[in-house]
């Protein structure tokens, strides 16, 4: 919001010189380093206050403390989605995690990886993604789930070598869903006409302006069948279970960390630091550990820009934003229960 409102006040201050050439010079420079220095201001303090852990790398590198080998702690928080970009912009996008799993796979001072989850999941494709990186990786991994480590967070826990789970916390979720809202009643009540013009009879199956065909639900179901047969194949082999022991503990609901032990899903309790001993005796370091994690600070164009897109957004492109994120069908390994 602030930069948002420095934004706002350049852009009068640049209208008001374009409308008039008898502007003095220094009032124009005034106006600039008014505008320079709370951001600067920002930036310093924010990179001084990070910069004396460790190593910082701006464009998403490693902060870490001391020498040695060590274990590096990859955050994956929030909502997961598919994306190439390695821009932090909330959540736990794929290009940003798998990016941070590059980082410490590449790097020979790192032993072994710690996941810290604490995520309902999201997106089949943005978790699948982020699990292909994480089945690969041939340094120890060992999670740590936090509050929330349920659906796509479970998937991509599931090939780890060792998982913590707190006695709270909520993970399993092993399930498929696709959410579809119906709002025929509502523009028939309002008095909108929707007509949607197609290729063939199954183009805009799932469309939310008309009641879902029983033979499009087929389709989804198919869909989803698929989609679940793949997750459950997953636990079985990251875990060692037989797949019909899966398959009973796979049926959408979530277990408490305890229950996670009791049942295979989860190896033991502990928190954070537990799971940061058991990944630095499984890469072979003794002693304590050194510690490698990953900041991801936008660079003061990025700033600029960003606040420059949302202020040219406009009105419609925000509510049609909403509407199409709200009426497009979207299979997801995603807890949509309380947590």
Not at 60 to 79: L, N, P, W
Not at 96 to 111: E, F, G, M
Request: hydrophobic share 40%.
């Amino acid at each position: 919001m602030e930069n948002e409102t420095m934004a706002e006040e350049t852009n009068t201050a640049t209208t008001k010189t374009n409308a008039s050439n008898r502007t003095p010079l220094w009032i124009l420079l005034s106006v600039v380093v008014g505008f320079m220095l709370p951001v600067c201001s920002c930036a310093v303090l924010t990179i001084t206050s990070i910069a004396s852990l460790g190593a910082l790398d701006m464009g998403g590198g490693a902060v870490s403390s001391g020498v040695g080998d060590a274990v590096a702690i990859v955050r994956i928080e929030g909502a997961i989605t598919s994306s190439d970009s390695v821009e932090f912009t909330g959540g736990a996008t794929s290009g940003l995690v798998i990016a941070d799993l590059q980082a410490a796979i590449d790097d020979p001072t790192v032993k072994a990886i710690v996941l810290r989850v604490d995520s309902p999941g999201g997106t089949v494709t943005g978790s699948s993604q982020i699990y292909e990186v994480i089945r690969e990786i041939e340094k120890p991994v060992v999670v740590s789930m936090a509050g929330l480590a349920a659906s796509g967070g479970y998937q991509i826990s599931a090939p780890a070598d060792y998982i913590f789970a707190r006695p709270d916390t909520l993970t399993g979720s092993i399930g498929v869903i696709m959410t579809l809202f119906n709002a025929k009643e509502l523009i028939d009540e309002v008095g909108v006409d929707v007509i949607l013009i197609t290729s063939g009879p199954n183009k805009a199956m799932g469309s939310s302006w008309e009641e879902l065909d029983p033979a499009h639900q087929e389709i989804f179901e198919t869909l989803i069948d698929e989609t679940y047969e793949d997750f459950v194949q997953i636990v079985a082999d990251g875990r060692n279970l037989d797949i019909a022991d899966v398959r009973q503990l796979a049926d959408g609901r979530i277990y408490s960390g305890r229950q996670a032990v009791d049942n295979g899903l989860a190896d033991e309790l502990g928190n954070l630091d537990d799971a940061i001993a058991k990944a630095a005796d499984l890469g072979g370091i003794s002693g304590k550990p050194r510690l490698v994690e990953f900041e991801h600070i936008p660079s003061f164009r990025d700033l600029l820009l960003g606040a420059g897109s949302r202020l040219n957004q406009s009105e419609a492109d925000r509510v049609m934003g909403l509407v199409t994120e709200f009426t497009t069908p979207t299979l997801e390994y995603r807890y949509v229960g309380p947590q």
